[in-house]
């Protein structure tokens, strides 16, 4: 593969780098600190017409499109007879291993050296396309005096960390120490070794730990969060940023983490929270400086549950008492946190499908269903307990009812985003199955209603992890929150437990807005003979006025999480005296997804729950609040999440 990649690669490996695109901040610009010109040298100032002319220069059409376009459709094609490959897998004649073994130097000397040409054209423009604003955002800030001030630590999402495998039994050996999840290794083991891939990520379905024999563990160290494959950057952006402004690996780390795993067994196998605990404590002894904390998707919901775990003296548990935070920690950094779960983190579990899956055409279906069932998709995410704590939190006080509707219901809809889950065609009830019986189905169902459906329904092994991890309900009085301090099924719920008595505490909400979200869904019976899920979303059903595509109904959030999930607590309800009884600061900065058309990853303001870390703005604030000058940084809303909070149903201490 590396030949491959050289030969593609070509004169591109010596051709001149491109400068990059202006920084386009939202926050305020700060101005010149005193003292900030004593090393000229140390700082780079960047001349605004030659930021417009770069600027220019990156919006102008790109020549070759044709060329590129038909190299795409080749290549497209070349991708149809892989696919087809692997269906023919079945085949005793067609041996896929022999794949392992091909050689690529040959391949590359039958093909047409336009072919050849094309591809390294391609891959200039595609590094041009990706490459936007490197180091330029930290340039821009460092410019300005920005340098590295207080130590910082990463909590990354849920797809950001791999997973290698340390198994030494017979079926590891091939995998030790290759990534299973995060790499093409994992692309491979799928595809050529799918029954011991699943035999490796699942954890086991009773304990919630590693199965016997198999070992997988959260890579270590920036690499196991800069890209989740070869050439799609998840933290690399950021890093590039931080770096620029003088951090590196004596005062930036990442705490990466196995997210399979429910958060109490984090600390049971990894001793995750106390290994955490102490890189803040060591951090903060060295540096004399507080520590800034960024955290992204389910990665604030961990963190979230740290703060908690660290001051209780509850056995195991981080024993640092009601001040460890106020002396630890500056600011809490919360991007696209799904402080409230998300909805499609509902059908992942209960049918093995979200968006993604229901809107594939009939052919891809097929291929799909043979090559990892909805039932096989739905085992999988089941028996990772730690994505199940990203089910919706609140219940109908949050996402509403058929009664009450939804609070972020919008003017002319058909249907209100409070009927959660629809049987299209039903009245009061419908049958599914549930293993040979025929289950009543009596409602349409709320959020509130789908948690204890989806447990009825599931096996026990599964309802007994999510119920002995997690809770989703509403705390109404301060009595509530402070009795549910000390009991760790609540501690990833804003609304059952209360922020660290911090009151020197700053927190910053950043997260993208204006992208289609999953929001409720169609479903119907599974009829199909083969699959052992009872119910399936109703792919059938399109209503494009309505927002309803595929059985999938869209609404308000970064594509990923809903607006209600990332702003609601920080815009409002952190707001109610007994969610923040130490009154912490809590800014909100709202990114309006406006991608690129020209970038594969949405350029530098895009809003995508992932692509949103190589933001511009972003890495701008984040370099702010990382230097020292986070009170320079001025909310900004562009959503209506403020008046949708106001129809939420939790109401303020009386």
Avoid at 46 to 63: D, G, S, Y
Avoid at 188 to 200: E, I, M, T, Y
Avoid at 580 to 601: C, L, Q, W, Y
Wanted: aromatic letters at 10%.
């Amino acid at each position: 593969m590396s030949y491959l990649r050289r030969r593609l690669q070509g004169e591109a490996a010596v051709a001149p780098s491109r400068t990059p695109s202006p920084v386009r901040p939202t926050s305020q610009e700060p101005s010149s600190p005193d003292g900030a010109g004593e090393d000229s040298s140390a700082s780079v100032n960047i001349p605004i017409a030659k930021l417009n002319e770069l600027n220019a220069h990156l919006k102008r059409p790109q020549k070759g499109s044709k060329r590129r376009i038909a190299w795409i459709f080749g290549l497209g094609g070349l991708f149809g007879i892989l696919v087809a490959l692997y269906f023919a897998g079945n085949n005793e004649m067609i041996d896929l291993a022999m794949l392992k073994d091909m050689n690529f130097e040959s391949l590359m000397d039958v093909l047409p050296a336009s072919f050849i040409s094309d591809a390294q054209e391609l891959q200039r423009h595609e590094r041009d396309a990706v490459a936007y604003d490197s180091f330029s955002v930290g340039l821009h800030a460092q410019s300005q005096g920005i340098q590295a001030t207080n130590p910082v630590i990463m909590i990354p999402g849920v797809i950001s960390t791999g997973l290698e495998s340390w198994g030494t039994m017979e079926n590891s050996r091939q995998y030790f120490r290759k990534r299973l999840w995060g790499s093409w290794s994992m692309m491979r083991a799928l595809v050529l070794d799918k029954a011991s891939w699943k035999h490796h990520i699942m954890l086991d379905k009773h304990t919630g730990l590693d199965p016997p024999g198999i070992k997988l563990r959260a890579a270590q160290g920036f690499d196991a969060t800069d890209f989740f494959i070869t050439g799609y950057w998840i933290w690399n952006k950021i890093l590039e940023n931080l770096a620029t402004i003088g951090y590196d690996p004596s005062n930036a780390f990442t705490a990466a983490y196995d997210w399979r795993l429910s958060y109490s067994n984090l600390e049971v196998r990894d001793q995750y929270f106390a290994r955490l605990k102490s890189h803040v404590e060591t951090a903060r002894h060295i540096q004399n400086k507080k520590v800034v904390l960024l955290s992204h998707s389910m990665g604030s919901q961990v963190l979230y549950y740290f703060f908690h775990w660290v001051e209780s003296n509850g056995e195991g548990h981080g024993h640092g008492g009601s001040s460890w935070v106020e002396n630890h920690i500056d600011s809490w950094i919360n991007i696209s946190g799904c402080m409230l779960g998300t909805a499609k983190g509902i059908p992942a579990v209960l049918s093995g499908e979200m968006k993604d899956t229901a809107q594939l055409n009939a052919v891809a279906v097929y291929g799909l269903e043979k090559f990892l069932s909805r039932h096989e998709r739905a085992e999988i995410f089941r028996a990772m307990p730690g994505i199940s704590s990203m089910l919706p939190i609140g219940g109908d006080a949050v996402w509403g009812d058929a009664e009450h509707g939804a609070p972020d219901d919008v003017p002319g809809q058909n249907t209100t985003f409070g009927r959660f889950i629809t049987f299209r065609n039903s009245t009061s009830s419908t049958k599914v199955r549930g293993g040979n019986d025929a289950i009543p189905h009596v409602k349409n169902l709320t959020v509130g209603d789908t948690l204890p459906y989806l447990l009825e329904h599931s096996e026990p092994w599964y309802r007994t992890l999510v119920s002995g991890n997690y809770s989703h309900g509403v705390a109404h009085s301060r009595e509530e929150v402070e009795a549910n301090q000390e009991d760790p099924r609540r501690w990833i719920n804003p609304l059952e437990t209360r922020l660290p008595l911090a009151p020197s505490l700053k927190i910053y909400c950043f997260y993208g807005t204006g992208k289609p979200t999953e929001r409720a869904y169609f479903y119907r019976p599974d009829s199909d003979p083969l699959t052992k899920t009872n119910v399936t979303i109703d792919t059938a059903y399109s209503v494009y006025e309505q927002a309803i595509d595929h059985g999938v109904v869209m609404g308000e959030g970064d594509g990923t999480v809903n607006l209600l999930s990332t702003g609601y607590m920080c815009t409002h309800g952190w707001h109610i005296d007994r969610y923040n009884p130490a009154g912490v600061e809590i800014k909100t900065v709202e990114m309006k997804h406006e991608p690129d058309r020209f970038s594969p990853r949405g350029g530098p303001n895009t809003g995508d729950h992932v692509d949103i870390l190589g933001r511009s703005s972003l890495n701008d604030l984040i370099l702010r609040v990382a230097g020292g000058k986070g009170e320079q940084i001025e909310e900004v809303i562009t959503s209506n999440i403020k008046e949708y909070a106001k129809k939420v149903r939790i109401w303020h201490d009386e």
